[in-house]
């Protein structure tokens, strides 16, 4: 008998803060996968904004805390493309010729996946127990696509879906706009890039945007809104565990009998 | 140097965002390029391989630089040809003109040379009594327009079509003014016989160089236009102008990295015309220059050397990092406010005009990385960035009130217990104030953000708080 994988949990600041239901997805796909699903309270964020503001020092700090809180597990799984490529692709560096570290680090990187691909990758899951009925197109966002070579897994079991059409847009792999802080920093810039976006969205005509990074979602739903678009937007966990039944991002239930909030 | 206006970055990009015209000939950069290298590399099964290669070459040269500028100068020299080394642009001028002064000098042509631009040549003949004339088709165009390049290939890539027709009607008064202008190749064939002329009038032409060969003494440079060939063959005098890092050890080795530059830049297998120039002009040959002067110039180059910027040096300009760049698509080259814009603008600008000008550049980008997906040098490029990032936080360069907000920020993720109860505070706090809606319109932290999107609203209370109530035994 297989034993049971110990997967830590490592929601994400922006899915804590702002859409915890996207956890509680990620968690059942994890079960239903056949994982026990654990998740440290004492976990805060990845550290990137700090390591995107050139705030090494404390980004380190912050790190050394995520390998603590996660290193015991069989393997870390995020709900993001951008958080999970930080541990894997940017921990080792950090500690780069810090001994001890750089091998927790390296260790760390190691077992840390972004939810999707770990279903398919190391759960060998192909097809999930889902149902929307409606077309939906999926954005990839850009860390997990180049670094974590995130494409095609989730457009697989999303084909699994039931009553789910995929209608994908032109410039799919074309970044959101979003960028962190970038965002913050350059309104304009960013704007402009998500404007583009969501007219590309809009060529595609879905009832449903879904993405597997909630900062890039939380940009091209804001825009959508504000632009007045009918097109809902939803982590793409909240489809594939067939957790629908909170409002879409950016949405309430006042929006979903029809006035407008 | 040309005027610097990076430092005004964020004006810059408004102002860009705004202009019509200018977002309408960025259109073009958007489909085109991207479409055409895709093309080009989906015929080509070893391209990935391809790339590897060119960076170990270029890496290897970087290793052995001195050794093979050497090798390089004792080649052109046994040649016939001169070397002049120039330390910063206010030498490369004092030669550039030393030369043209000898031989009594009025007009130059120009090839297309972005490190001309560098070191502001044109103003500076000017100045001194020279007419330069640019030959490459975009450039002439800008140089009519007295503006800068806003794309390192694509010099007059901000300009449409109908602007072109204008500028020429205004310029070129001596033709009937109701000639037919709606089809490019008009405008191609018109500007080609205005610089026909010039050609063979000047006293001294000026190209840049994509490669010096160490083996041969060789400078090479590539176009679509054949001007560059005018540019060099036909004056009495060939000044290259080339920075340091354009050194490969062998002409094999040059044509390896050839492979993948007009794919990366246009899509083109390879560009019309590769010329290599060796030396002047000998007995036995039909034409060619009388003498032949390479003037090799560092600014700042030497400086990158050995620090974590060296893999910038590999960078054969090829564009496609602009090309493929958001950022660049949204805001156009001149916003960058120096000579090279866009992804490897935003990394070698800091290092040749100073982090303290330079700073918004680098920090103008989203890390989407694709522009070190299609670069065919493998320049590690967001990378890069991020270390320009981390010299201005050690050196205060960040605005006070956002370093305050990121070490507060940092302060609380350091500290789970505060963090958790900050966090429920907001997330609990931000439900009430959306008061049942799901976005915020307006919100006082978040201005920026606001000003043209909806801040989607926190569905209410934080994820670990939830978890933790409902399963406390699967808590660590
Ligand atoms: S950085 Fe790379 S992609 Fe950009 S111009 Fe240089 S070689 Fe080309």
């Known amino acids: 008998m297989n034993e049971k994988l110990r997967v830590g949990l490592f929601v994400t600041c922006l899915v804590d803060l702002f859409r915890p239901s996207v956890g509680f997805a990620a968690a059942k796909l994890l079960e239903d996968a056949g994982c026990?699903?654990?998740?440290p309270v004492s976990q805060t964020c990845c550290g990137q904004p700090a390591y995107n503001s050139g705030d090494r020092a404390d980004t380190r700090e912050i790190a050394e805390k995520v390998i603590t809180a996660f290193e015991e597990f069989d393997y870390v799984v995020a709900p993001s493309g951008s958080c999970a490529g930080m541990i894997r692709k940017h921990y080792p560096l950090l500690f780069a010729g810090d001994k001890a570290l750089e091998k927790r680090a390296k260790a760390l990187a190691g077992k840390t996946y972004e939810l999707v691909s770990f279903l398919t990758e190391v759960c060998n899951v192909t097809q999930v127990e889902a149902q929307y009925d409606g077309v939906v197109t999926y954005h990839d966002s850009c860390s997990g696509l180049r670094e974590l070579g995130i494409r095609d897994q989730p457009r697989e079991l999303l084909a699994t879906v039931k009553g789910l059409k995929l209608s994908e847009m032109k410039n799919a792999d074309v970044c959101c706009g979003f960028g962190g802080t970038f965002s913050v920093k350059y309104p304009d810039i960013s704007n402009s890039i998500v404007a583009e976006k969501t007219a590309t969205i809009e060529d595609a005509k879905p009832d449903l945007l879904l993405a597997g990074d909630l900062g890039?979602?939380?940009?091209?739903?804001?825009?959508?809104?504000?632009?007045?678009?009918?097109?809902h937007v939803r982590h793409v966990a909240e489809v594939l565990a067939g957790m629908t039944d909170k409002p879409p991002i950016a949405e309430s239930r006042r929006d979903l009998r029809g006035s407008d909030g | 140097m040309v005027e610097v206006h990076s430092p005004e970055f964020k004006e810059n990009s408004r102002k860009a965002l705004k202009d019509k015209q200018l977002q309408r000939a960025l259109q073009h950069v958007r489909g085109n390029f991207i479409d055409k290298r895709a093309k080009s590399i989906a015929d080509l099964p070893e391209f990935e391989a391809l790339r590897d290669n060119a960076r170990d070459i270029k890496n290897h040269a970087l290793e052995h630089l001195d050794l093979y500028l050497e090798a390089y100068e004792e080649r052109v020299v046994a040649q016939g040809g001169h070397v002049h080394w120039a330390r910063d642009s206010i030498e490369a001028r004092g030669l550039v003109l030393d030369i043209c002064r000898k031989v009594n000098a009025k007009t130059v042509t120009k090839g297309k040379s972005m490190i001309t631009e560098e070191i502001a040549l044109n103003e500076f003949l000017e100045k001194n009594g020279i007419t330069p004339i640019e030959t490459d088709l975009g450039e002439y165009i800008i140089q009519l327009r007295g503006e800068h390049p806003s794309h390192i290939i694509a010099p007059a890539v901000h300009v449409t079509k109908d602007q072109v027709a204008e500028d020429f009607k205004k310029a070129h008064t001596h033709l009937p003014p109701d000639r037919s202008m709606d089809e490019p190749e008009n405008l191609l064939l018109e500007a080609r016989g205005i610089l026909r002329e010039k050609f063979i009038a000047a006293d001294v032409g000026i190209t840049g160089a994509n490669f010096l060969v160490a083996e041969t003494g060789t400078s090479v440079i590539v176009t679509n236009e054949g001007n560059g060939d005018l540019t060099q063959t036909l004056p009495k005098v060939h000044i290259v102008m080339a920075s340091i890092e354009k050194i490969v050890p062998t002409l094999e080795d040059m044509s390896q990295i050839l492979r993948v530059l007009a794919r990366s830049a246009t899509g083109?297998?390879?560009?019309?015309?590769?010329?290599?120039?060796?030396g002047p002009k000998r007995k036995t040959d039909v034409d060619g220059p009388e003498q032949y002067h390479v003037i090799l110039l560092d600014n700042g180059r030497s400086n990158m050397l050995g620090t974590e910027f060296q893999d910038m040096l590999r960078c054969i300009r090829c564009g496609a990092c602009m090309n493929h760049c958001p950022v660049y698509h949204s805001v156009g080259g001149h916003a960058y406010g120096w000579v090279y814009p866009g992804p490897m603008g935003a990394v070698l600008t800091p290092q040749l005009i100073g982090v303290d000008k330079g700073g918004h550049l680098p920090n103008a980008s989203t890390f989407c990385g694709r522009c070190e997906e299609v670069c065919p040098m493998r320049i590690p490029l967001p990378k890069m960035m991020r270390h320009w990032r981390e010299r201005e936080f050690e050196r205060h360069l960040m605005p006070s009130g956002q370093r305050r907000y990121l070490q507060l920020w940092a302060w609380m993720a350091k500290r789970p217990a505060i963090y958790r109860l900050a966090t429920n505070v907001v997330t609990t706090g931000m439900r009430i104030l959306a008061i049942g809606r799901g976005?915020?319109?307006?919100?006082?932290?978040?201005?920026?953000?606001?000003?043209?999107?909806?801040?989607?609203?926190?569905?209410?209370?934080?994820?670990v708080s939830q978890w933790k109530r409902q399963r406390p035994e699967q808590v660590r």
């Not at chain 2, 953000?449 to 209370?461: K, N």
Request: proline letters at 4%.
């Open chain 1, 36 to 39: 026990e699903v654990l998740v």
């Open chain 2, 439 to 463: 976005r915020f319109k307006k919100f006082l932290m978040a201005g920026s953000w606001t000003a043209e999107r909806d801040l989607p609203a926190p569905q209410g209370g934080t994820f």
């Open chain 2, 268 to 278: 083109q297998e390879m560009s019309v015309y590769t010329t290599l120039s060796t």
């Open chain 1, 216 to 231: 890039c979602l939380l940009n091209m739903a804001g825009k959508l809104k504000r632009q007045g678009s009918n097109v």
